[in-house]
């Protein structure tokens, strides 16, 4: 290891936001130059944090739902509660490229100055054309994971991104709003399939909320068995807040999977890089898994991938 790297790891780990900003440029970068930088900086982030143990949350939903907004109360009542705890948010929006994005947005709702080191946010503009979690979201989550006791990735709810996030996050929360309408508003509204919860916020809005609470209940066994938790909560006031941080607090650790999340990521990646054809290839020869462990890490096998023909 470099003696830049050793310096620009241990500043990061300081909580340094200038380089944790340079860091994550890295990561954002898919060029093969680039992944092997990350490699070095992962390895020599597993060399300080050896026993670190952190949980990666994606919120996903409709634009609107208060995803943001819901992001900056749950961190605030985390970073109030434990004095050590620390945040970062990466918020991802597929379609600013064209709308001109609702980064603005994101960041306005976020408390962002008043928590020093402790609270990180970047916004990621993966424009259309960039696929999915794999491109961007998922090497940014990785190195942040080393750097934070919680990630917090908030999509928009569309699509591809939406499953990508669940397979790659410990938890996955499904944000509603109330809306007046019936059932099929609801199975319509999101991926149903994905979320280990779903947040029913606004629900302030009282006359809504209870309408479409039942209604929502009873579209559930539909997709997804009924025995999903629902958490009614509210920006504005402050309710249901506390609950959605206990469930959160309570969740897997993500470093339980991250062997099995970097094996659907390389998989991803590969398919997304190099092709189909070269994934079954080296699915027919060997596996994503021993391809890991040869190399010795995620990202030296995917550099490696690239340098073969
Ligand atoms: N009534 C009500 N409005 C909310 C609540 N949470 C967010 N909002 C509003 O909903 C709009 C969208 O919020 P935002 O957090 O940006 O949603 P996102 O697009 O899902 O990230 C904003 O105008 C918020 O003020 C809530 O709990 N109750
Ligand atoms: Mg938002």
Known sequence: MTQKTESLIEKALQGDK???????????DRRAEQIKKQSEYIKALQKHQESHCAILVGLTGSPGVGKSSLIDQMSYHLLQE????????????PSSSISG???LGDRNRMRLNQWGDRFFFRSQASGQHL????????????LLYYLFDLVFIETVGTGQNEIEIASLADQTLLVLQPMAGDQIQYLKAG???IPDAIVLNKCDQKEVFEKSLYSLKASLPLSLGGDISIFPTSNFNGEGISELCKYIRQAVKAAESWKAKELVYLEMWIREELGLQRLNLLNQHSSVEKLILKAGGLEAAQWELLQAP
Not at 82 to 93: C, K, M, N, Q, T
Not at 131 to 142: D, H, I, K, L, V
């Open 18 to 28: 200038r380089t944790i900003g340079l860091l994550l440029s890295c990561f954002e």
């Open 82 to 93: 434990d004095r050590s705890f620390r945040i970062a948010v990466l918020a991802v929006d």
């Open 101 to 103: 994005g609702s980064f």
């Open 131 to 142: 696929g999915g979690m794999s491109s961007q979201t998922f090497p940014a989550a990785r």
């Open 191 to 193: 991926i149903m399939e």
